[in-house]
T-cell receptor
Framework: KAGVTQTPRYLIKTRGQQVTLSCSPI?????VSWYQQTPGQGLQFLFE???????NKGNFPGRFSGRQFSNSRSEMNVSTLELGDSALYLC????????????FGEGSRLTVL | EDQVTQSPEALRLQEGESSSLNCSYT??????LFWYRQDPGKGPEFLFT???AGEEKEKERLKATLTKKESFLHITAPKPEDSATYLC????????????FGSGTQLTVLP
């Protein structure tokens, strides 16, 4: 069974640019969540999508957005990048939203210069 | 607001030296507590789910326990391959079904 796949794995951007990250969940999983992980803040919840609808959103500015497609694949976008956006962005899928058993991808490492 | 605190932040053990990691939580209405392992440069990997005080789960050299205020991850006779960051997270009835993660314990097992 294929795991959660995230692309790209690494990327470098400059301030002011925008970036789009992609996530393919485990087959059959309809929920996709996005997390930002930094050494200082740990794992912080960005948002969750279930059946193409955003279910929850964390405390991040509107520059962070996402969407989910009918095949459950998800994308997140960060516009007007800031230096502080440098982080590991993790996608996680789960079959339903009642479980805390998340399956994470390996992440997309974003560096903003 | 749900709070999860893990201690210690970092732990260095000799191979074979058993120890415990702590995860204390302050929540209203615990639905479940979860342990994850994260290797450098990778996403967290699910280890255990605990639902009620007194519950225990085991996997190889790891055993997780739960009380009403905290959870412990006991590591018996660790090996270097157990080196990783261990994260705990809680799911509560009032959290809109979102996990709240602790900041993790970075475990290093020296050969």
């Amino acid at each position: 069974k294929a795991g959660v796949t995230q692309t790209p794995r690494y990327l470098i951007k400059t301030r002011g640019q925008q970036v789009t990250l992609s996530c393919s969940p485990i087959s059959g999983h309809r929920s996709v969540s996005w997390y930002q992980q930094t050494p200082g803040q740990g794992l912080q919840f960005l948002f969750e999508y279930f059946s193409e609808t955003q279910r929850n959103k964390g405390n991040f500015p509107g520059r962070f957005s996402g969407r989910q497609f009918s095949n459950s694949r998800s994308e997140m976008n960060v516009s007007t990048l800031e230096l502080g956006d440098s982080a590991l962005y993790l996608c996680a899928s789960r079959r339903e939203t009642n479980t805390g058993e998340l399956f994470f991808g390996e992440g997309s490492r974003l560096t903003v210069l | 607001e749900d709070q999860v605190t893990q201690s210690p932040e970092a732990l260095r053990l000799q191979e074979g030296e058993s120890s415990s990691l702590n995860c204390s939580y302050t929540v209203s209405g615990l639905r479940g507590l979860f342990w994850y392992r994260q290797d450098p440069g990778k996403g967290p990997e699910f280890l255990f789910t605990l639902y009620s005080a007194g519950e225990e789960k085991e996997k190889e050299r790891l055993k997780a326990t739960l009380t009403k205020k905290e959870s412990f991850l006991h590591i018996t006779a660790p090996k270097p391959e157990d080196s990783a960051t261990y994260l705990c997270a809680v799911l509560t009835y009032g959290s809109a079904r979102q996990l709240t993660f602790g900041s993790g314990t970075q475990l290093t097992v020296l050969p």
